[in-house]
Nanobody, 122 residues
Framework: QVQLVESGGGLVQPGGSLRLSCAAS????????IGWFRQAPGKEREFVAG????????NYADSVKGRFTISRDKAENTIYLQMNNLIPEDSALYHC???????????????WGQGTRVTVSS
């Protein structure tokens, strides 16, 4: 099991940027994927971005391509989500999760953090 703790959320104006962090403890296999999901009030949790721990290959939801960048620091066991050009629709509780495949179903990801809230508003 991997423990995940998110940080970096907050209030930002439209067009602004935030960088979320996900600190992981425990052994992460090279084949594991660390993903970011988000859940807005009244909506289902949705996949945002993911990165393969070993190779560093990435995957993004269409809604964030070109605006968000996921990266990882293997030495620090930390995963980042750089979010640029934020829009109000990006407002949500953002979670990081560990899985073994790029499933869009949250139930396929065994380990979750508690989340960090992002609010995009003027």
């Amino acid at each position: 099991q991997v423990q995940l703790v998110e940080s970096g959320g907050g209030l930002v104006q439209p067009g602004g940027s935030l960088r979320l962090s996900c600190a992981a403890s425990g052994r992460i296999l090279s084949s594991s994927i660390i993903g970011w999901f988000r859940q807005a009030p009244g909506k289902e949790r949705e996949f945002v971005a993911g990165i393969r721990w070993g190779y560093g290959t990435t995957n993004y939801a269409d809604s964030v391509k070109g605006r968000f960048t996921i990266s990882r620091d293997k030495a620090e066991n930390t995963i980042y989500l750089q979010m640029n050009n934020l829009i109000p629709e990006d407002s949500a509780l953002y979670h990081c999760a560990r899985g073994s495949s790029y499933s869009v179903s949250p139930s396929s990801w065994p380990d979750w953090g508690q989340g960090t809230r992002v609010t995009v508003s003027s």
